[in-house]
């Protein structure tokens, strides 16, 4: 099984509504990550975990926060978003945080802020 | 620091054509090349990667790649491209270890779009 699964395919959110999103994979990996995709541009990188400890935050705003339950799973739990957080959310994972390893991409939640 | 950039942000090219992506990198320590493809509406997918040993990289569905050093450049080529093939093409870079604050991210180029016709 080489698929990283993500749920919601699609999620509606107002300013003030608390929601999450849900990466799963099943590949043994020990690194997950997640990433912001803007329409037209490239995946921009928020959050790296490394068996199951935050490895790496590119100073995002409070109001994304991350959650590793295990080695498996990982859930961004959304806050107060800002319409300008719209945007493609896709999780990835790879075998380990060397630079060298592959990252499997999800299909990733499109998320919409009202 | 690592930054790539993708010297064509559009490629219209016909059926059975050959193609050639371009990428280049600017890098303050060793890094690994990527190329990757997003299909409409999907995540990414890995097309080939350049670790060490041979600068001619084969990948999927018939891309190959070559690394230059000396013009820090990892384009991307198809012989004969499909109607498949089109998608949008990100090149990547990665630290080597030792590569600081830098390992273990992945930083993308801005994407090509390739759009094969008919």
């Known amino acids: 099984d080489t698929e990283v699964t993500q749920t919601p395919k699609h999620l509606v959110m107002g300013m003030t509504n608390k929601k999450s999103l849900k990466c799963e994979q099943h590949m043994g990996h020990r690194a997950m990550y997640w990433y912001k995709q803007k329409a037209k541009k490239p995946p921009e990188l928020m959050f790296v975990?490394?068996?199951?400890?935050?490895?790496i935050n590119e100073s995002v705003p409070s109001r994304f926060s991350p959650e590793c339950p295990n080695s498996s799973l990982l859930n961004l739990h959304l806050h107060a978003l800002q319409p300008e957080d719209s945007a493609l959310y896709l999780c990835a994972s790879s075998p380990g945080l060397a630079g060298a390893s592959t990252q499997y991409f999800g299909p990733g939640t499109r998320l919409t802020v009202l | 620091a690592q930054s790539v950039t993708q010297l064509d942000s559009q490629v219209p090219v016909f059926e059975e054509a050959p193609v050639e992506l371009r990428c280049n990198y600017s890098s303050s320590v060793s890094v690994y090349l990527f190329w990757y493809v997003q299909y409409p509406n999907q995540g990414l997918q890995l097309l080939l990667k350049y670790l060490s040993g041979s600068t001619l990289v084969k990948g999927i569905n018939g891309f190959e790649a070559e690394f230059n050093k000396s013009q820090t450049s990892f384009h991307l080529r198809k012989p004969s491209v499909h109607i498949s093939d089109t998608a949008e093409y990100f090149c990547?870079?990665?630290?080597?270890?030792?590569?600081?604050?830098?390992?273990?991210?992945?930083?993308f180029g801005q994407g090509t779009i390739l759009t094969v016709h008919p």
């Open positions: 990547a870079v990665s630290a080597r270890p030792g590569g600081g604050t830098s390992y273990g991210k992945l930083t």
């Open positions: 975990y490394s068996y199951e400890k935050l490895s």
